[in-house]
């Protein structure tokens, strides 16, 4: 039987950050920090569809909870004079409040804009999701999909696989489709991976994506990669 690790959990550390950053001593708030954290980014993954969200990042400190949103379009987020991340902010404030948490930290909301969309892997899952939920074939989103990733110059190979009732079908399979160069066994190479699904209404197509954008060297700094993002609002 093969054993296959996710290409993100094996390069953290070489190309790669912890998506929460936080320490304790205490067994009890590592609970009860990794409980939270796993509701938060449900609950935002939900809130935030169809706003291409690349990561939810979480850092902690004694006094405050740093909340990093990575994003293709800020502009949906912050709304029209920042009115959306003031009301996504009561939002996660009231969601922290029945966690019951023992800390009462203070709540703090960056939003990063992801400049290269194309480059990311969750969200090129999301636009093939969105386009098979308008009853698209999927040949077709595979195939415009990956012309339009390869067309970005920061990208060297991208490998997509979809499964389940395709096209309908009474039975499920797999498709796949690859283009350029996905080492995945070379560490320093920098591989994006994402799993979305798409619910239709014959059943959930599964989406899983990579992305392969060159190698990282120690020259080259993790957060000179690629897929660059810059600040665009902070709350």
Same mark, same amino acid.
């Given at each position: 039987?093969?054993h296959?690790?996710?290409p993100?959990i094996?390069?953290i550390?070489v190309?790669r950050?912890w998506k929460?950053?936080?320490f304790?001593?205490?067994?009890? &708030?590592?609970?009860?920090y !990794?409980?939270?954290d796993?509701a938060?980014? %449900? #609950?935002l993954n939900k809130?935030l569809k169809?706003?291409s969200?690349?990561?939810?990042?979480i850092?902690?400190s004694?006094?405050d909870?740093?909340?990093i949103?990575?994003t293709?379009r800020?502009g949906l987020?912050?709304?029209?004079?920042?009115?959306?991340?003031? &009301?996504?902010?009561k939002e !996660?404030d009231?969601?922290?409040?029945k966690? %019951? #948490?023992?800390?009462k930290?203070e709540?703090?909301i960056?939003?990063?804009?992801?400049?290269?969309?194309?480059?990311?892997?969750?969200?090129?899952g999301?636009?093939i999701?969105?386009?098979?939920?308008?009853r698209m074939?999927?040949r077709r989103?595979m195939?415009?999909?990956?012309?339009k990733?390869?067309a970005n110059?920061?990208?060297?190979?991208?490998r997509v696989?979809?499964?389940?009732?395709l096209?309908g079908?009474?039975?499920?399979r797999k498709e796949?489709l690859?283009?350029?160069r996905?080492?995945l066994q070379t560490l320093?190479?920098?591989i994006?991976?994402?799993?979305?699904?798409?619910?239709?209404?014959?059943?959930v197509i599964?989406?899983k994506?990579w992305?392969?954008?060159?190698?990282?060297?120690?020259?080259?700094?993790a957060?000179?990669q690629?897929?660059?993002?810059?600040p665009?609002?902070?709350?």
């Amino acid at each position: 039987m093969t054993h296959v690790a996710h290409p993100y959990i094996q390069r953290i550390g070489v190309n790669r950050d912890w998506k929460s950053r936080w320490f304790t001593t205490s067994p009890e &708030k590592f609970r009860e920090y !990794i409980r939270v954290d796993a509701a938060l980014r %449900k #609950m935002l993954n939900k809130r935030l569809k169809g706003m291409s969200v690349d990561a939810v990042e979480i850092e902690r400190s004694q006094k405050d909870i740093k909340i990093i949103i990575k994003t293709a379009r800020p502009g949906l987020i912050i709304g029209r004079s920042g009115e959306g991340i003031t &009301k996504l902010k009561k939002e !996660i404030d009231l969601f922290l409040r029945k966690q %019951k #948490m023992t800390d009462k930290p203070e709540l703090k909301i960056d939003i990063e804009e992801i400049r290269s969309p194309e480059s990311s892997a969750r969200i090129v899952g999301q636009m093939i999701a969105e386009g098979l939920e308008k009853r698209m074939t999927f040949r077709r989103v595979m195939k415009q999909t990956v012309e339009k990733v390869m067309a970005n110059r920061d990208v060297e190979g991208v490998r997509v696989i979809l499964s389940g009732r395709l096209g309908g079908a009474d039975m499920a399979r797999k498709e796949e489709l690859k283009k350029g160069r996905v080492p995945l066994q070379t560490l320093r190479a920098d591989i994006d991976f994402a799993r979305v699904e798409a619910n239709l209404p014959y059943g959930v197509i599964g989406i899983k994506v990579w992305i392969y954008r060159g190698e990282v060297f120690a020259d080259r700094k993790a957060g000179q990669q690629d897929v660059e993002a810059r600040p665009t609002h902070n709350r």
